[in-house]
């Protein structure tokens, strides 16, 4: 089993910065570990439903951004730690949300993920707010 475990949410102004982390551990039962595995953050606001935000490959060669966050967000990773981070900048309020931190099995090393059901293992979550 995989476990995932945000960190480095919290209380900010708007048009700060913050870095998000995720950690790994655990393997699934096919073996594969940290670096088997594509990831992705997600947010969800309340009363709204899940949206992506981010991903990144196994290899960390090829990423994608949803449109809202795409030049402000960036996304990178580091195998050897088994940690995926997600560095946001000028932040605004509207990035208020739940961000979680994602695992999609991935065959290929240079496919990344943009759709919730591509991913198998899920954190619990870690709140951002961001006030104006």
């Given amino acids: 089993q995989v476990q995932l475990v945000e960190s480095g949410g919290g209380l900010v102004q708007a048009g700060v910065s913050l870095r998000l982390s995720c950690a790994a551990s655990g393997r699934a039962a096919s073996g594969r570990t940290f670096s088997g595995y594509a990831m992705g953050w ?12 981010a991903a990144i490959s196994r290899s960390a ?11 402000r967000f960036t996304i ?37 993920y ?8 899920w954190g619990q979550g870690t709140q951002v707010t961001v006030s104006s």
Avoid: W
């Fill in 61 to 71: 060669g090829n990423s994608g951004y949803g449109a809202s966050v795409k030049g």
């Fill in 76 to 112: 990178s990773r580091d195998n050897a730690k088994n940690t995926v981070y997600l560095q946001m900048t000028s932040l605004k309020p509207e990035d208020t949300a739940v961000y979680y931190c994602a695992a999609a099995l991935s065959f290929y090393s240079t496919n990344y």
């Fill in 42 to 53: 997600f947010r969800q606001a309340p009363g709204k439903e899940r949206e992506f935000v």
């Fill in 114 to 121: 943009i759709a919730h059901s591509d991913y198998a293992y």
